[in-house]
């Protein structure tokens, strides 16, 4: 019933910016949403969160400082700001919503969010 179709990705030298859109169709009032990503021969793991209806943000400690989620609710698109991209930030990045007593816990044990809806993915690389 919960659809998300993300995109913006793209090659970006290390230092530059990229923002992720992530839209979202369906009820997902009562969701947490997030970002992961997966690099090819590593786990998947997550990035960031945002609790329902925009409710409070988490970020992974690589990320933290550089990376923002957003929620825009008058576009229902969910959005992931970039800066100050590092060639380890290069991943499959999704776009997920998942339900959870507490959204955080999906950053620190990223199967948390295994059973919810996941977009297809855009792709991130950084390099020089």
């Known amino acids: 019933q919960v659809q998300l179709v993300e995109s913006g990705g793209g090659s970006v030298q290390p230092g530059g910016s990229l923002r992720l859109s992530c839209v979202v169709s369906?009820?997902?009032?009562?969701?947490?949403m997030g970002w992961f990503r997966q690099a090819p021969g590593k786990r998947r793991e997550g990035v960031t969160t945002?609790?329902?209806?925009?409710?409070?943000?988490h970020y992974a400690d690589s990320v933290k400082g550089r990376f923002t989620i957003s929620q825009d609710n008058a576009t229902n698109t969910v959005y992931l700001q970039m800066n100050s991209l590092k060639p380890e930030d290069t991943a499959m990045y999704y776009c997920?919503?998942?339900?959870?007593?507490?959204?955080?816990?999906?950053?620190?044990?990223?199967?948390?969010?295994?059973?919810?809806?996941w977009g297809q993915g855009t792709q991130v690389t950084v390099s020089s």
């Open positions: 997920v919503a998942f339900l959870s007593t507490d959204c955080v816990a999906a950053i620190r044990v990223a199967a948390e969010a295994d059973f919810g809806y």
């Open positions: 369906g009820n997902t009032a009562s969701y947490c």
């Open positions: 945002i609790g329902p209806g925009g409710g409070s943000t």
